[in-house]
């Protein structure tokens, strides 16, 4: 391979691999909100019960209700630009046992 065949190859790769970074950064370079999500307080709404349906399983649904929580968990990674990108979310409930 002679030296300019050489050189030309060269400006090609590195013409190719600019094209190739610009257009990813351009494809799929949007931001990505990184601002704390505020959790959402629910409101306690109170309906009075009847007497016959104030058995023994809604007595012990109030006493623990506020106990029940519900978790939700948002996963973030880094992309190999150092970007940080949404990856998944997960949503389940729990119980607290204590106070603290």
Do not use: H, W
Not at 31 to 54: A, S
Not at 67 to 85: E, H, L, P, S, Y
């Amino acid at each position: 391979m002679t030296f300019s065949k050489y050189k030309k190859t060269v400006i090609a790769c590195i013409l190719a691999l600019g094209i190739g970074v610009g257009g990813g950064y351009y494809f799929f370079g949007s931001p990505v909100n990184t601002q704390p999500t505020n959790v959402r307080e629910q409101t306690k709404q109170t309906k009075p019960i009847t007497e016959t349906r104030n058995t023994y399983v809604v007595q012990a649904a109030k006493e623990s209700g506020p106990a029940v929580v519900g978790i939700t968990t948002q996963v973030f990674q880094k992309d190999i630009f150092n970007r940080t990108i949404y990856a998944g979310e997960g949503v389940g409930s729990g119980v607290l046992i204590d106070n603290d």
